[in-house]
C-alpha cells in the first residue's frame, strides 16, 4: 500500500504550458504539504493545509495554486510555467495540523520545463 | 545568515567508521528537531526526531545543544548502506519547517 502517491512520476512539457501534479494519502492525515526540491537538493516548502485550510503559504509565484478538495488530496497546478520551474516536487503529510510531527513524503514529480 | 546550515560534505568513511554531523539553527525559538535521510532520486524519510535530552536508536544517537543552537548525528559503525544524503529539519510556531541542505555521506568498503 502506498502511504502517498503522486502523479505524475516525470512530467515533460514547454514553457508557458498549465500543468497539474497530484497527491493523495492515504495515512488519515490532517495536514499535507507541498514541497520544491531544485537542482542544488534544497528542499524548500511552498504550502500546507490541514483539512483543506490553507495554513502555509510561502513566498511563491501566484502561478502556483494549490487545490485541496478533502483532507486525502493536495493538488498543485501552476500555470504559464517557466524554465526555472524545472524542479522535483514532493508532496507531504503529517497528522495533526502542526510541523512538529513526522512527515511522510511521496515519491516526487520530476518536473521539466523545456 | 540561512535558517539552518548543514556541512554539504561529502564525507567519504570506511565501513565500521563512527561519522558525526552538525546542523545549526538561527531561530532560537526553533522547537522541535529531525534528521531525515534522503536516498539518491528518492524521497526523504525521518530517520529519528531530536529530544531535549538526547536521544538513540541502534547505531544512530542524535543531540540537541541549545544553548550553541545545534544538532548532531552520529553514526557508529558505518554500513554501506548508511550512504545518502543526511537532512536536518528545524520546525518553529510549529508551522514554519525548515530543511537544511543536507550533508552527504559515502561510506566506502
Known amino acids: 500500500d502506498t502511504a502517498v502517491s503522486q502523479t505524475p512520476k516525470y512530467l515533460v512539457t514547454q514553457m508557458g504550458n498549465d500543468k497539474s501534479i497530484k497527491c493523495e494519502q492515504n495515512?488519515?492525515?490532517?495536514?499535507m504539504y507541498w514541497y520544491k526540491q531544485d537542482s542544488k537538493k534544497f528542499l524548500k516548502i511552498m504550502f500546507s493545509?490541514?483539512?483543506?485550510?490553507?495554513?502555509i503559504n510561502e513566498t511563491v509565484p501566484n502561478r502556483f495554486s494549490p487545490k485541496s478538495p478533502d483532507k486525502a488530496h493536495l493538488n498543485l497546478h501552476i500555470n504559464s510555467l517557466e524554465l526555472g520551474d524545472s524542479a522535483v516536487y514532493f508532496c507531504?503529510?503529517?497528522?495533526?495540523?502542526?510541523?512538529?510531527?513526522?512527515?511522510?513524503f511521496g515519491p516526487g514529480t520530476r518536473l521539466t520545463v523545456t | 545568515r540561512k535558517e539552518v546550515e548543514q556541512d554539504p560534505g561529502p564525507f567519504n568513511v570506511p565501513e565500521g567508521a563512527t561519522v558525526a554531523f552538525n546542523c545549526t539553527y538561527s531561530n532560537s525559538a526553533s522547537q522541535s528537531f529531525f534528521w531525515y535521510r534522503q536516498d539518491c532520486r528518492k524521497e526523504p524519510k525521518l530517520l529519528m526526531s531530536?529530544?531535549?535530552s538526547g536521544n538513540e536508536d541502534g547505531r544512530f544517537t542524535a543531540q540537541l545543544n541549545r544553548a550553541s543552537q545545534y544538532i548532531s548525528l552520529l553514526i557508529r559503525d558505518s554500513k554501506l548502506s548508511d550512504s545518502a544524503t543526511y537532512l536536518c529539519?528545524?520546525?518553529?510556531?510549529?508551522?514554519?519547517?525548515?530543511f537544511g541542505t543536507g550533508t552527504k555521506l559515502q561510506v566506502i568498503p
Open positions: 493545509y490541514n483539512n483543506k485550510e490553507l495554513i
Open positions: 507531504a503529510s503529517s497528522q495533526g495540523r502542526q510541523t512538529d510531527y513526522e512527515q511522510y
Open positions: 531530536v529530544y531535549s
Open positions: 529539519v528545524v520546525s518553529r510556531l510549529s508551522q514554519k519547517v525548515t
Open positions: 495515512l488519515g492525515h490532517d495536514t
